[in-house]
């Protein structure tokens, strides 16, 4: 099993920034890759960013692009996002999620198999 633990969310301003961090324990080696996703109240669940833990392959989903940076701090088993510019569409319950990949990284969240148990972003105008 792999524990997820979300934190950093909150209320902020639009243009404000957060940093969210998803600390990870468990059978770490369960896993080589990490994700970020949101859902906002009466819309699906969508990908945000996914990274890998070996080489720091990132990926972004358009929207957040030049705005968002997902990190890692492989000593603490952590990752991080940092969240700047924000929008009040960025608004929504934000999941960290952990997955085994063999290549490259997925914006499917069927490709993860564990989540933590997300964290609130409000976003307001």
């Known amino acids: 099993q792999v524990q997820l633990v979300e934190s950093g969310g909150g209320l902020v301003q639009a243009g404000g920034s957060l940093r969210l961090s998803c600390a990870t324990s468990g059978r770490i080696f369960s896993h080589n890759a990490m994700g970020w996703f949101r859902q906002a109240p009466g819309k699906e669940r969508e990908f945000v960013a996914a990274l890998r833990w070996s080489n720091g392959m990132s990926d972004y989903t358009d929207s957040v692009k030049g705005r968002f940076t997902i990190s890692r701090d492989n000593a603490k088993n952590t990752v991080y996002l940092q969240m700047n510019s924000l929008k009040p569409e960025d608004t929504a319950v934000y999941y960290c999620?952990?997955?085994?990949?063999?290549?490259?990284?997925?914006?499917?969240?069927?490709?993860?198999?564990?989540w933590g148990q997300g964290t609130q972003v409000t976003v307001s105008s």
């Open positions: 999620a952990a997955a085994f990949l063999r290549l490259g990284l997925e914006r499917a969240a069927a490709a993860y198999n564990y």
